[in-house]
């Protein structure tokens, strides 16, 4: 059987984000089925090599389409040669449409836009062309989605925030499918003695520990952390942070945490490949992004068993298990509720079967990804709709539950359904699908 080739753009140089969504699931899509090949703009790619070495191909893109647009249209088209018969766009804003057009206008069969975030990046080597970023996205979303047929045969996003970011609300109620940022849960489970093994071996035995994994860019807002961290420390004396990973403000906040007198506190860790196991050793997962589309991250610590404390800009469907808490961004408030679970403690347990039971499994989620790339997913959901109808408390109830499990769209009607859509009024509660 001839296997079905899929072009995935952007690969990035690091193993988090979007490229460890590309890359969780080449490790376990049915490679008998299937093959990837990577597009990237790096000037190479550390992991190059064991990718190539499972016949994988990594195509570089030298010229940006705002530099040189006719090479790299040539670029393009050159790859495109090879015959893909799905391509895979990953992205976190519009920047522009010419991807979309050139896989379109050469009949690839499968052109899959996937949104991965919620927000555009105030980085500081953008501030003065933030707005008109911004601007631009907005333009574009326009343009895409009075017309997304011509850009697209099916639209994905990893959450229903990131959804109607990319793509506005009418799209993302009927026709965007979110695709769970899902992990390997039989990876993330809580075990004691691991647990026991790495505290000694790091010398955390007696520390209160929290952890932090992402890359040391403004949106993860370091500096927020580092600064809430250091009022912790006066409330806990023997309170300690890992932070592991890597970019632009890494050598910024070791200066920080050097200025404040707590670096001593701190444990800046790098890129690591032991994530697992340094959750296992912390003692509260701190999550204070100032957005996210939904962080994997946050998947993974959830599985873990651990306390986890999250900002709230971040999308609350990623709260999967009952350890999960939403913080305003006030250093006050964080710091309190960290004295208090210092002082009351709690019993870890496993939850990655719940992670599991939710959806987040990639065994699992991997079979979505493989029914998308077969062509199988409907483009339109309008025949997928559910409409709830109750008086009072028991419709509303039945609403929160589908919208919290993620079958949507879900519509709510006070007393009765429209007799032009379906020709049934009620008194009481319940669903029809239709």
């Not at 522009?96 to 500081?124: D, K």
């Not at 298990?321 to 309190?336: I, K, Y």
């Not at 004295?339 to 939710?358: E, F, P």
């Amino acid at each position: 059987m001839k296997k079905i080739k899929v072009l995935q753009m952007p690969l990035r140089n690091n193993r988090g984000g979007i490229a460890k969504y590309i890359l969780d699931n080449w490790r376990f899509i049915d490679k008998s089925q299937f093959t990837f090949d990577f597009i990237t703009f790096a000037d190479k790619i550390d992991y190059e090599d064991e990718l190539l070495a499972e016949g994988c191909k990594i195509h570089y893109i030298s010229n940006l389409p705002g530099k040189d647009e006719k090479k790299f249209y040539e670029e393009v088209h050159t790859i495109l040669n090879e015959g893909y018969d799905v391509m895979h766009l990953h992205t976190s804003r519009w920047t522009g449409l010419q991807l979309e057009e050139i896989a379109m206008a050469r009949g690839v069969p499968n052109v899959i836009v996937h949104s991965h975030n919620t927000h555009i990046g105030e980085r500081e080597d953008w501030a003065d062309r933030y707005n008109a970023f911004t601007q631009r996205h907005e333009q574009l979303k326009t343009t895409f989605t009075n017309n997304w047929h011509d850009y697209a045969t099916n639209l994905c996003a990893c959450s229903h925030l990131a959804a109607r970011w990319l793509y506005g609300d009418a799209l993302a109620d009927s026709t965007v499918h979110v695709l769970k940022n899902a992990i390997d849960t039989q990876n993330f489970k809580y075990n004691e003695k691991r647990r026991e093994q790495y505290r000694q071996s790091m010398e955390l035995n007696g520390k209160f520990v929290l952890g932090h994994v992402g890359r040391f860019d403004p949106q993860k807002n370091h500096d927020f952390l580092i600064r809430m961290f250091h009022e912790v420390t006066k409330q806990i004396p023997n309170a300690h942070l890992l932070l592991t990973g890597q970019g632009g403000l890494f050598d910024r906040m070791k200066v920080l945490a050097d200025e404040l007198g707590i670096a001593n506190k701190i444990q800046f860790l790098g890129i690591r490949d032991d994530v697992e196991a340094l959750m296992q050793a912390m003692d509260v997962f701190v999550l204070p992004s100032l957005y996210e589309g939904f962080p994997i991250t946050l998947v993974e610590a959830q599985a873990m068993g651990l306390k986890c404390l999250v900002s709230d800009k971040i999308t609350t469907e990623a709260k999967i298990v009952p350890n999960t808490q939403f913080l305003p961004l006030d250093a006050e408030v964080w710091c309190a509720e960290l004295t208090k679970i210092q002082a009351q403690g709690y019993t870890r347990k496993d939850t990655s079967h719940l992670v599991k039971d939710a959806g987040y499994d990639i065994r699992e989620s991997v079979k979505m990804v493989e029914k998308l790339y077969r062509g199988e997913f409907k483009v339109d959901k309008q025949d997928e709709k559910i409409v709830l109808f109750g008086a009072g408390v028991r419709g509303r109830r039945m609403f929160e539950e589908l919208v919290n499990n993620k079958i949507t769209p879900a519509y709510f009607v006070d007393n009765k359904i429209n007799e032009d859509k379906v020709s049934i009024s009620v008194t009481g509660g319940g669903a029809i699908f239709f």
